[in-house]
């Protein structure tokens, strides 16, 4: 009897170490698999609808402001009660469009930017969009950016969210994957490039 006992016992404990050690088993791939996603990816809160511009002409005509400026790796946070954003100083280094009169080459500007930054104690930052395929500025890079004045958060918006920013000089990474996401902006891409290709062709002097 004793002996039966002392088996029950030790069948009980074991399988109670069992059961402990898969519990933490799934909590930690649960863990890791977080982590890795927190790491790696990125998050879309929703999809917005908003106008589709098919050329560069069309863009152009929406645009009050029409930059050629290099990213900044100065970017705050800027939270209203209910969105988050993110303000980015870039440098002008061309102004191609400007109602206002009031931006010069060689100044900055600040860019209200449609993503945050969120982290958890136990998880790596990750970056938070906060619709559509924007993809945030690249420290450095250079941008075609069509942009309307924000004037009650002291910024400027990109027109249309991801169609107002076209990164030049291919450093960009998401802003490419977002090209093959979304066709029909790789396609307004290219003829907003080649609508800038051909105005630089314009105003640069005849060779001697």
Known sequence: MWARWGRY?????????????????????IVVAASMH????????????????????ELAAASPVIVKATATADAAPYDLPYDHYTKTKVTINEVLQDESGSLQPGGT???????????????????VYNGNYYSK????ASYLLYLAEAPQHDSYWTVAFHQGK?????????????????PRYGRLK?????????RRETASPPSL
Do not use: C
């Open 38 to 57: 927190h790491l790696f990816g990125y998050t879309y809160q929703k999809v917005i609808d908003y106008e589709r511009f098919q050329t560069a002409a």
């Open 109 to 127: 500007m600040t860019v209200l930017e449609q993503y945050w930054i969120k982290g958890r104690a136990m998880f790596p930052k990750q970056t």
């Open 190 to 198: 290219q003829s907003v490039l080649a609508a800038y290709a051909a």
């Open 9 to 29: 016992q030790k069948e009980r404990m074991f399988w109670r170490v069992v059961g402990s050690l898969f519990v933490s088993l799934i909590a930690l791939v």
């Open 166 to 182: 076209y990164n030049l000089d291919r450093k960009d990474m998401l802003e490419r994957r977002m090209e093959k996401k979304d």
């Open 137 to 140: 500025l690249v420290p450095g």
